[in-house]
């Protein structure tokens, strides 16, 4: 498995946290395959005493497939793998970045307009 996640990190831009509405890369190594999903919610597991995260995952699968893992930390933020059954697993939200700002108008050049449903409306056709 540390092949694997080194490979991805060779790859792929990693963030160091996760947080709900981040997608996350979860690889299967016994299964040798990768997907990914959309953190919709994490909260704590306040029936143990040391930290455990319950994550609400919406896997981008077809059909996309919601799942509630509960995990410490550590385990869903990339710092170490862990396993579930037979499988051992790594996950780590990816970092998207923001997209690129268009960019200014060249001097002389009006800047784009943005469009709006109503001026099709008034177009004759």
């Known amino acids: 498995m540390e092949e694997i996640v080194r490979q991805l990190r060779s790859l792929l831009p990693f963030k160091a946290e996760t947080v709900p509405g981040d997608i996350v890369l979860v690889a299967f190594h016994k299964e040798n395959q990768a ?3 959309v953190v919709q919610d994490i ?3 306040t029936s143990k005493r040391d930290p455990w995260w319950h994550l609400t995952l919406l896997f981008l699968t077809v059909p996309p497939q919601r799942a509630v893992w509960t995990l410490r930390e550590p385990q869903f933020t990339g710092e170490e793998t862990f396993g579930m059954g037979e499988e051992e697993l790594f996950m780590q939200a990816v970092d998207l970045g923001q997209p690129p700002a ?3 108008p ?3 050049q ?3 307009t943005v469009l709006n449903l109503a001026d099709f409306r008034k177009t004759p056709r």
């Open 102 to 104: 268009p960019p200014p």
């Open 43 to 45: 909260q704590r597991d």
């Open 106 to 108: 060249k001097r002389g």
């Open 110 to 112: 009006s800047p784009a």
């Open 35 to 37: 997907l990914y999903a």
